[in-house]
Nanobody, 123 residues
Framework: QVQLVESGGGLVQTGDSLALSCAAS???????MGWFRQAPGKERDFVAA????????KYADSVKGRFTISRANAKNTVYLQMNSLKPEDTAVYYC?????????????????WGQGTQVTVSS
């Protein structure tokens, strides 16, 4: 069984930076790791995902150039560095993982999820 625990959320102002972490426990060897976010009343949207080796990375267009995903397999942890934050980035951010998701940008293909961490960006 895989468990994911996110941390690092908080309240920041427009233009600030924030770093999220997701610590995984259990068998995650070879897994893709992803970040999604969900604003109130909206669907859970793809943010970024990274392959096991880190050689393949995907970003949502809305965060390209501002967010950076990375992972430290020795620590079983994936990170999301968020820069130049905007009010529209406000959401609960979730970490997800799966051995081989067919489409990294679709939330329903991930079998394991964290509990989420709130990110609020004030204007």
């Amino acid at each position: 069984q895989v468990q994911l625990v996110e941390s690092g959320g908080g309240l920041v102002q427009t233009g600030d930076s924030l770093a999220l972490s997701c610590a995984a426990s259990g068998r995650t060897l070879g897994h893709v790791m992803g970040w999604f976010r969900q604003a109130p009343g909206k669907e859970r949207d793809f943010v970024a995902a990274i392959s096991w080796s880190g050689s393949i990375i995907k970003y949502a267009d809305s965060v390209k150039g501002r967010f950076t995903i990375s992972r430290a397999n020795a620590k079983n942890t994936v990170y999301l560095q968020m820069n130049s934050l905007k009010p529209e980035d406000t959401a609960v951010y979730y970490c997800a993982t799966d051995p081989s998701p067919p489409n990294w940008e679709v939330a329903s293909v991930y079998n394991y999820w964290g509990q989420g961490t709130q990110v609020t960006v004030s204007s």
